[in-house]
């Protein structure tokens, strides 16, 4: 009897360590594929402009090929632009070659970044055109490509920057806070934006828990370099506000549709307990005005609109002060902020 189970042991430890090493060789496998991606990405683009918002995204306001660009540093400079060239930062995510030197490839982000955008592009099609088939994976998809456009910007990436001019200023006791930019203390860029990717999964988990609302509006919407909007019912700019802690977020998915995600607290306390996913609200013109401003004062430096639209030209934005959003202080109704009461 003995003998027979050392036998069956040392036949389960050979088909584990056979499985094991069967595991192993598929990771390597699909490592190594991964990197051909990144290499053959890399040999095919010279990495100058890239986009900082998704190009699936930003096509989804196009026109006979063509959106409008409004750029809020020079704002007579409004004009159509291919979504292939609209919104483009040089090397922007291209990482330096100090880090591409231990054989990871410079467009490793972008590439990992258009990966993100197929998926969430294909959810927001599904939402926008079947709402009744719209999935929890469909949702998952989605709510990580919100993430990833959270994550990615501008605004992330300056207070990185800031964080880490503090932080090393502190650490080594050197006070008070410089404000000169070009004695601040920097990271590099696509290393900052990098870093932040790998929140994007945690941050993801905490949009699908929110209470997610598809507005209906008029065909007037428009959208920016910085389209995830974090909205504060507080004036109490002292409290700190993030993804986590806003009262809702806006993410417009096309120029008559914008997702709303209540904080889990506000939903208990206000909203209905919808029976499906997504519960849709129709809004009218001049809420949806108020949406736009507040697109608009989100912006970093560019607004997107379709061609034949000119809405951007007849709002009037307030100078923002950080990175939130305060619902009164931009004179919105209630009735975006709590459609179900």
């Known amino acids: 009897m003995a003998s027979k189970r050392r036998k069956r042991r040392k036949s389960e430890q050979r088909q584990y360590s056979n499985g094991h090493k069967n595991i192993k060789k598929r990771n390597e496998e699909e490592l190594n594929e991964l990197y051909e991606t990144w290499t053959v990405e890399a040999q095919k683009s010279k990495a100058k402009g890239q986009h900082i918002t998704a190009e699936s995204y930003l096509r989804r ?63 927001i099609s599904v939402l926008l055109d079947k709402p009744a088939s719209f999935t929890p994976t469909h949702q998952t998809a989605l709510a990580q ?29 050197k006070l008070p806070i410089i404000h000169d930019e070009d004695r601040k203390i920097r990271i590099n860029g696509p290393i900052s934006t990098a870093l932040s990717m790998q929140l994007a999964e945690e ?42 802690t806003a009262d809702l977020i806006l993410f ?49 430096r560019w607004l997107y609109e379709r061609p034949s639209k000119k809405v951007t030209a007849n709002l009037k934005f307030k100078p923002r002060q950080g990175p939130i959003v305060h619902v009164e202080n931009m004179g919105i109704t209630k009735q975006l902020l709590l459609p179900f009461v």
């Open 145 to 173: 490509f919100i993430a990833v456009q959270y994550l990615r910007g501008v605004r992330p990436r300056k207070l990185h920057q800031e964080i880490a001019d503090l932080t090393i200023r502190i650490a080594i006791g």
């Open 61 to 123: 306001w196009e026109e006979n090929g063509l959106i409008r660009v409004t750029d809020l540093t020079k704002p007579s400079n409004s004009k159509p632009v291919s979504p292939k060239y609209a919104g483009k930062i040089n090397n922007f995510y291209t990482l330096p070659e100090r880090i591409t030197a231990t054989g990871i490839p410079p467009l490793m982000i972008e590439t990992l970044l258009s990966k993100t955008e197929r998926i969430g592009n294909t959810a």
């Open 203 to 244: 941050c993801a988990a905490h949009l699908r828990d929110r209470a997610w609302v598809l507005y209906e509006t008029p065909a007037t919407l428009i959208t920016c370099d910085e389209p995830v909007i974090l909205v504060k019912e507080d004036k109490d700019s002292r409290q700190a506000v993030g993804l986590y």
């Open 252 to 300: 417009p998915l096309s120029p008559c549709r914008c997702l709303a995600l209540y904080h889990p607290d506000l939903a208990k306390e206000h909203v209905h307990k919808p029976s499906k996913l997504v519960s849709i609200v129709p809004l009218d013109e001049i809420i949806t005005v108020d949406l736009c401003r507040l697109i608009g004062q989100n912006a970093e």
